[in-house]
């Protein structure tokens, strides 16, 4: 039945009049937003390669002395195409051409900053705690045959890639790390940020490959904006969200790979809840599909062995951080979300709810050095009565 419903969306639409839907989705998603044009040779190749499209406009208040900055992100939602038990080098391939008929997709509707789904370039394999022969997905973050497959888009189409794969650092004795690879518009390689949380529930057991990133919370400064990424399940831990907003991002990616029985009901949440908190926009990246495994494995929690672990449900969304969302893609279909957006926005709220200047860093900063501490005692006032 999970794979089997397409959207939230799809239903309200299906079942709400008209009237009632707009105010439905009012309270959903904030302001209602204006679709934006969805060119006709992009819908072509859509329906051709069988991948749904959508586009929206996030504006900001016109200014007098301050111009618009209008900037189009791009999102890219997809399933693995080869079988799991197919060799590496097919499987990679495979997702390569998939990526690069999107990734046209998203030239031809404007848009000026991509990003793919977490370790996008193979099945999301890291449930089967096996290291053969998912290791060998590991590519080096600038010259491996991805990156140069992404600088190469990145170049033909002028826009920034930011392609999360499995990176192997053969400099630092071939450790492994989950990284989202940055790419300029030019096509050189600008840079990478590092997964800063590793998950450790149910099937999601990533510290068997790689363990919690060293690159901080790196922003980087593109033509267009400032950018950072905060990778899967560093989505559950609100500073790591506030930092890249300390940090100057205006633009924060969530590349993920998360199934329906697990997180679905927090999905919707804690991007958008990000966006408010922190005076930016977010883009909350899904893969979609259920990826089957040659070997069957367990999560160590009672549950009969398995080889799945459930279906990846898309729904990948933009926020804005006056708390409107656009709507979600689908939640069993490739897909490309477009949205445009004024960074304006990001400024105009902070200038409006103040959550910046009534932030109290200082406070909380004195209270974890002090929590930190083995001898920390919460300071709890207890009734004896």
């Known amino acids: 039945m999970a794979e089997e419903f397409k959207s939230v969306e799809s239903c309200l639409e299906k079942h709400i009049p008209e009237q009632e839907l707009r105010e439905i989705k009012r309270i959903l998603y904030g302001r209602e937003l204006e679709a934006l044009p969805i060119p006709e040779d992009a819908e072509r190749l859509a329906k051709q390669h069988n991948f749904e499209v959508k586009g929206y406009k996030i504006t900001a208040a016109g200014e007098h002395l301050t111009p618009s900055r209008t900037v189009r992100i791009g999102v890219i939602q997809n399933s693995i195409v080869a079988n799991t038990s197919a060799s590496v080098a097919v499987q990679r391939s495979a ?8 990734t046209e997709a998203a030239a031809l509707c404007g848009v000026n900053i991509l990003c793919y789904q977490e370790a996008w370039t193979m099945p999301f394999a890291f ?6 022969p998912w290791c060998e997905f590991a590519e080096n973050a600038e010259f491996g045959p991805t990156s140069l497959f992404c600088q190469e888009l990145a170049k033909k189409h002028n826009m920034y890639i930011i392609s999360p794969i499995l990176e192997r650092d ?14 300029s518009n030019k096509g050189y390689y600008l840079g990478k940020s590092r997964k800063n949380h590793i998950p450790r529930v149910g099937d999601f057991n990533e510290s068997t490959y790689y363990m919690e990133g060293d690159t901080g919370h790196v922003v980087f400064q593109t033509m267009y904006g ?3 990424i905060n990778i899967c399940y560093g989505r559950h831990h609100p500073q790591n969200w506030m930092m890249y907003g300390i940090n100057g991002a205006e633009i924060v990616f969530n590349p993920s790979a998360t199934v329906g029985g697990l997180s679905e009901p927090m999905w919707g949440i ?5 966006a408010i908190a922190n005076s930016y926009f977010t883009c909350a990246i899904n893969r979609v599909g259920t990826e089957t495994f040659p070997n069957e494995f367990t999560s160590a929690d009672g549950k009969p062995a398995h080889k799945d672990f459930g279906h990846f449900y898309g729904s990948s969304y933009i926020a804005a951080p006056d708390g409107s969302r656009t709507p979600g893609l689908s939640r069993d279909q490739d897909g490309l979300l477009v949205t ?6 990001c400024r105009q709220v902070k200038d409006r709810w103040g959550f910046r200047m009534t932030q109290r860093l200082d406070l909380y900063a ?3 050095s002090t929590a930190i501490q083995p001898d920390y ?3 709890v006032i207890k009734d004896f009565c």
């Open 95 to 102: 997702l390569h051409q998939r990526i690069a008929i999107l």
């Open 127 to 132: 449930c089967t705690r096996e290291k053969q």
């Open 170 to 183: 053969e400099v630092h004795g071939d450790t492994l790390w989950n990284t989202a690879v940055v790419f």
């Open 226 to 228: 400032r950018i950072a």
């Open 270 to 274: 804690e991007a958008r809840n990000a």
């Open 340 to 345: 445009e957006v004024d960074l304006n926005l």
């Open 366 to 368: 004195s209270s974890l």
């Open 377 to 379: 005692i919460p300071p």
